[in-house]
């Protein structure tokens, strides 16, 4: 069965430090990942998403960015945080398909951020 | 991507049987309607998808109009365990997926 981690849980940070979150899957090849961001009491924001390694899209301009160096491996990053940044960030994957518009996807525990 | 209009909040009580409706006036011709449960400090959670009629699996049925413009997910006999938010999307062939604020279901006993 298919699995999908990230760590760390919780992260509290100053602003303007450095960030590294990291998602990993198992048990499924070649999915499309996506990272999440859910201020609080709002519904999630697109973040990226990639279709394969080193592919990687933008959904909303800001100063994070994403990466993906393996196949199951989506890392999450910021060279300096700014407050806005605090929320919950959610990765998640789906099974690779072609043609049918197939809508579910997988979501992760999640990593609470809260920049001080 | 079909924008989606849903209310923001429902109530109900234990044992009802609950409808959440969404429209989706602009839903293009690939797109799937689907939903999507989420508890607090929790990832979302796939219920139900659906292209037309009527779909139904062990948590929910969802109906979908011939003309498609909106969709209604029902859920049979809510406890207060199903007090959560209830995202209605629709999606292309990317898989990208665009989440409202979504519906906050409050079940009371």
């Known amino acids: 069965s298919q699995t999908i981690h990230q760590w760390p849980a919780t992260l509290v940070q100053p602003v303007g430090s450095p960030l590294s979150l990291e998602c990993t899957v198992e048990?499924?090849?070649?999915?499309?990942l996506y990272w999440y961001r859910q201020a609080a009491g709002r519904g999630l924001q697109l973040l990226f998403y990639?279709?394969?390694?080193?592919?990687i899209s933008s959904e909303v301009p800001q100063n994070l960015s994403a990466s993906r160096p393996q196949d199951r491996q989506f890392i999450l990053s910021s060279k300096k945080l700014l407050l806005s940044d605090s929320g919950f960030y959610l990765c998640?994957?789906?099974?690779?398909?072609?043609?049918?518009?197939?809508?579910?996807?997988?979501f992760g525990p999640g990593t609470r951020l809260t920049v001080l | 991507l079909a924008k989606t209009t849903q209310p923001i909040s429902m109530d109900s009580y234990e044992g009802q049987e609950v409808n959440i409706t969404c429209s989706h006036n602009n839903i293009a011709t690939n797109d799937y309607i689907t939903w999507y449960q989420q508890f607090p400090s929790q990832g979302p959670r796939f219920i139900i998808q659906g292209y037309k009629t009527k779909v139904t699996n062990e948590v929910a049925s969802l109906f979908i109009p011939a003309d498609r413009k909106s969709s209604t997910l029902s859920l049979p006999r809510v406890s207060l365990s199903d007090t959560a938010v209830y995202y209605c999307?629709?999606?292309?062939?990317?898989?990208?997926?665009?989440f409202g604020t979504g519906t906050l279901l409050a079940v009371q006993p």
């Open positions: 048990g499924t090849s070649n999915p499309n």
């Open positions: 998640a994957w789906s099974p690779r398909t072609s043609g049918v518009s197939y809508n579910e996807q997988f």
């Open positions: 990639s279709v394969g390694i080193g592919q």
């Open positions: 999307l629709g999606g292309g062939a990317t898989n990208k997926l665009i």
